[in-house]
């Protein structure tokens, strides 16, 4: 038997609080619907909270009271003739547990949904089309054909489970077992719907429209109550988690609340300055450039990035400066440029060593130089 400490990763002194969020988070990463595969895994974390989450069940279980913090009665051992049987061959106590309810709700479901980066910046609505189970549009969920309806099952008389008597060692033994007739439901279907086979859901693709709230980035989910897997007999359905994958855009690209773009300008107007029209998801603006703007020089538009997620704030535009250096001239223009070149004294330039390259290293010794 597995340590329900160890299944959620607690100590055995965890308060109430950290034995639910050590829970939360197993589930959402084991839930079969999320990870499927692991439907074990789930399974003993489900059953790990629910005794460790129960106060009384927990002290049981400490006390060495069994996987499901049953406890033992008072003065320790076995409680009686249903205990033993259960211990020794898995039982019930001549208990029964009573029907299965026909009804019950449905699966959670998660789909993914592609947007471009204007939708995921500033919001919008696009179209889906899901696949799920949905109440039959035959039998409106009953699972019967019209004029029909379940009856009592004859063999458990609506228990849902039978008792059998086997005799052992100990004795004759009374069990409580899955009634074989109705399958614990208690109720059958002699004439089952024959589009959805008594099922009560069939699966169908719908078309749905999702909002898009703004700010979202690639991987959010979304939650929509009540979207996903109708329940058997037509059941309420679960959750349906829509993720977010974004697109890659031409232009654009998203770092955290601003939007990044860059330009090329030719070195002339780096060198003198100019005003260049840059179309933007505003529309079209103004990027200044500033005279002797150099390459790699970063550009702010302030609030034109992306609306911050649950907020109606926005972030920057950043567009970094490519200068262009021409590769071709004709004779009249490498004639201007050598003349510039004899003004400013560049004839046979030197190079100069960067400052803002300088690796780690150096900076540390400089420091520590007292430079």
Same mark, same amino acid.
């Given at each position: 038997m597995a340590d329900h400490y160890e299944t959620l990763g607690v100590s055995k002194d965890a308060s109430a609080a950290e034995i639910k969020s050590s829970y939360r988070k197993l589930a959402r990463k084991y839930h079969p619907d999320v990870n499927?595969?692991?439907e074990d895994e789930f399974k003993a974390i489900s059953l790990a909270y629910d005794v460790l989450s129960d106060p009384e069940k927990r002290r049981n279980y400490d006390m060495g009271g069994g996987e499901n913090g049953q406890g033992f009665p008072a003065g320790g051992g %076995? &409680? $009686?003739f249903g205990d033993i049987f259960e211990t020794f061959f898995g039982g019930g106590g001549g208990q029964a547990a009573g029907p299965i309810p026909r009804t019950q709700r449905g699966k959670d479901a998660l789909v993914g949904v592609n947007i471009d980066l204007r939708t995921a910046a500033f919001g919008g609505t696009v179209d889906l089309d899901v696949t /799920? *189970? @949905?109440v039959c549009d035959t039998c409106s969920g *009953?699972? /019967? !054909?019209e004029g029909t309806s379940v009856e009592t099952c004859s063999l458990c008389h609506g228990a849902g489970s039978v008792q059998r008597m086997t005799r052992t060692l100990l004795g004759q033994m009374v069990t409580n077992q899955t009634c074989n007739s109705?399958? &614990? %439901? #208690? /109720? @059958?279907i002699p004439n089952p719907c024959l589009n959805c086979q008594g099922d009560g859901r069939v699966r169908k693709q719908r078309t749905m429209k999702i909002r898009i709230p703004a700010g @979202?980035?690639? #991987? /959010? +989910?979304i939650q929509l109550s009540s979207q996903g897997e109708v329940g058997p007999g037509g059941g309420p359905a679960g959750d349906l988690f829509v993720e977010v994958m974004v697109t890659r855009h031409e232009v654009f690209h998203r770092d955290g609340d601003n939007l990044r773009a860059a330009v090329a300008v030719p070195m002339t107007a780096a060198t003198l300055g100019a005003t260049i029209p840059f179309e933007t998801f505003d529309g079209t603006q103004d990027l200044n450039i500033a005279a002797g703007t150099q390459s790699g020089t970063v550009v702010k538009l302030p609030g034109l990035g992306a609306t911050r997620l649950r907020s109606e704030t926005r972030g920057d535009l950043l567009i970094t400066v490519d200068v262009l250096t021409p590769e071709k001239l004709d004779d009249e223009q490498r004639e201007l440029l050598e003349k510039? *070149? !004899?003004? +400013? $004294? =560049? =004839? *046979?330039p030197r190079a100069q060593i960067s400052t803002e390259n300088r690796g780690v290293f150096s900076r540390m010794r400089e420091r520590f130089a007292g430079r």
């Open positions: 499927p595969g692991h %076995f &409680g $009686g /799920t *189970a @949905v *009953a699972g /019967t !054909q109705c399958h &614990g %439901f #208690g /109720t @059958v @979202v980035s690639d #991987g /959010t +989910r510039l *070149a !004899q003004l +400013r $004294g =560049e =004839e *046979a």
